[in-house]
């Protein structure tokens, strides 16, 4: 059964720090591109953060560039999504997402209909 899990979601202080962790059974990781998205309370879901699977290309929208980090473990069949920095507005709950094939472009790698398989998502609260 192909299944993916996300943890490490929480309540945070602004300006503070959690690591997402998107962990994958029934299937290796390695073969897959990955994307982190999120969706807020009466917003759409929307793409954060990619990372593919041959070359290790990462793709991140504006508003977290340079605050979060998307790495992959394959050895332990883990993505991650480091989040530095956050701010109100990152509140959300984040899910990881897997395609079998590498996003040819920014556009793709960020939108929902390219992923095949979803995790049910981890929550996300930045306040004081």
């Known amino acids: 059964q192909v299944q993916l899990v996300e943890s490490g979601g929480g309540l945070v202080q602004p300006g503070g720090s959690l690591r997402l962790s998107c962990a994958a059974s029934g299937f290796t990781l390695d073969y897959y591109a990955i994307g982190w998205f999120r969706q807020a309370p009466g917003k759409k879901r929307v793409g954060v953060s990619y990372?593919?699977?041959?070359?290790?290309?990462?793709y991140y929208v504006d508003t977290v560039k340079g605050r979060f980090t998307i790495s992959r473990d394959n050895a332990k069949n883990t993505v991650y999504l480091q989040m530095n920095s956050l701010k109100p507005e990152d509140t959300a709950v984040y899910y990881c997402?897997?395609?079998?094939?590498?996003?040819?472009?920014?556009?793709?790698?960020?939108?929902?209909?390219?992923?095949?398989?979803w995790g049910q998502g981890t929550q996300v609260t930045v306040s004081s």
């Open positions: 997402a897997a395609a079998q094939s590498d996003s040819i472009s920014y556009y793709y790698a960020l939108s929902a209909a390219t992923y095949d398989y």
């Open positions: 990372i593919s699977s041959s070359d290790g290309r990462t």
